[in-house]
């Protein structure tokens, strides 16, 4: 996918990220700390985490296709090696939510996995919303260095 309705796909595309992966992350650190907010909205936090882990490198593809079709400058190298970071980012996301769910799913059936398994997955998913944030800032911010720093 490279164009869409004659714009290009990554600039269209990078929203949905810029926008879900932050709220992902707060959702899930929510989940994390907060057992009524896991018993509501566990499964919308699996399931945004996963359009993350999907949408992202179908925008890094964009992105590329973008970066060839325009050229590429010093700018726009950084933050192509930026954003090719994020999958990973998403990727523990969805981790993260996932083995949340899992806690989820055991102590509604009466079979906790005890404190320290819950704990660590807690953790995992704190860190894990908070670096997912911070990194989609710092791609977003590179991108928009890249467009419009020459600008006056």
């Known amino acids: 996918m490279t164009t869409i309705n004659g714009l290009p796909a990554h600039v269209l595309l990078v929203h949905g990220l810029v926008v879900l992966v932050p709220l992902t992350a707060v959702l899930l650190i929510l989940c994390a700390v907060w057992r009524g907010a896991r ?6 936090v699996v399931a945004l985490a996963a ?9 890094t593809e964009a992105g590329e296709w973008l ?10 190298r950084d933050h192509a090696e930026l954003g090719d970071t994020l999958i990973y980012f998403t990727i523990t ?4 939510a996932v083995l949340l769910a899992v806690v989820h799913l055991r102590e509604r059936r009466g079979r906790s996995l005890g404190a320290p398994i ?3 997955v807690a953790i995992l998913a704190i860190v894990a919303g908070a670096a ?3 990194q989609i800032y710092r ?8 467009v419009w720093g020459t600008q006056s």
């Open 51 to 59: 359009i993350c882990a999907v949408l992202t490198p179908i925008t």
């Open 118 to 120: 819950v704990v660590a």
């Open 132 to 134: 997912a944030t911070a």
């Open 139 to 146: 791609i977003g911010d590179s991108g928009a260095h890249a």
């Open 67 to 76: 970066e060839h079709h325009i050229g590429s400058t010093p700018a726009i």
């Open 39 to 44: 018993e509501r909205f566990i499964w919308l």
């Open 93 to 96: 996301l969805l981790i993260a």
